[in-house]
């Protein structure tokens, strides 16, 4: 574990009257010795102050600039998101021209992310087959 970053977003939901309202998520930075950041990455900073996802069904979304916040703080290679949820990693990895794989077990939210993938891509064949 080489660095925690705080994604500090504009708010949360909070059900429980004993807590605190959260307002910002953890992203650990996990990486092998050698690992650096890509050029210029490291001026981010450690705490991304970024708005939550508003149009998007899935309960807990991460922010498409969040992710390619991400992925594009590291040089190259592939994506993958082992839990794609609505494919949110995806479409940020598309947009940043990166190749991903996603991992999702509910079939809803697979069918969720290849609407989002597919809209995004403005496609009608498969969205959850890279594109040619």
């Given at each position: ?24 998520e953890v992203i ?101 087959t890279p594109p040619?």
């Open positions: 574990m080489r660095q925690i970053i705080i994604w500090r977003r504009s708010g949360g939901i909070n059900f429980n009257a004993g807590y605190f309202l959260p307002n910002y650990y930075l996990i990486t092998k010795p050698k690992f650096k950041l890509a050029p210029k990455a490291n001026a981010q900073g450690c705490v991304w102050r970024i708005n939550q996802e508003a149009d998007n069904s899935h309960p807990a979304p991460f922010p498409v600039a969040l992710a390619e916040r991400c992925i594009s703080a590291v040089a190259k290679g592939l994506v993958l998101d082992p839990f794609i949820g609505s494919g949110t990693t995806a479409i940020a990895a598309e947009k940043l021209k990166r190749p991903w794989v996603g991992i999702e077990q509910s079939a809803n939210y697979v069918s969720l992310a290849a609407r989002r993938i597919g809209k995004m891509r403005d496609i009608t064949d498969d969205p959850m040619a």
